[in-house]
């Protein structure tokens, strides 16, 4: 059975970057690494895409 899942991932992040939404833009063009298991083969990964940057008038 193929399926898709969702998994949440906590980061700890040290950064030279002044505004932290540049780090999370950094981040978000970074690989994931999710191995499989002996009952699980993982097809592909990907970072979902964050909208950070509020744009104010």
């Avoid at 969702?6 to 191995?35: M, Y």
Wanted: aromatic share 2%.
């Amino acid at each position: 059975m193929e399926d898709k899942i969702f998994l949440l991932v906590k980061v700890t992040i040290k950064t030279t970057h002044p505004v932290i939404h540049d780090a999370i833009a950094e981040l978000q063009n970074s690989d994931v690494k999710i191995t499989s298991t002996e009952n699980v083969q993982v097809l592909r990964t990907e970072i979902i895409p964050m909208n950070t940057r509020n744009i104010k008038n």
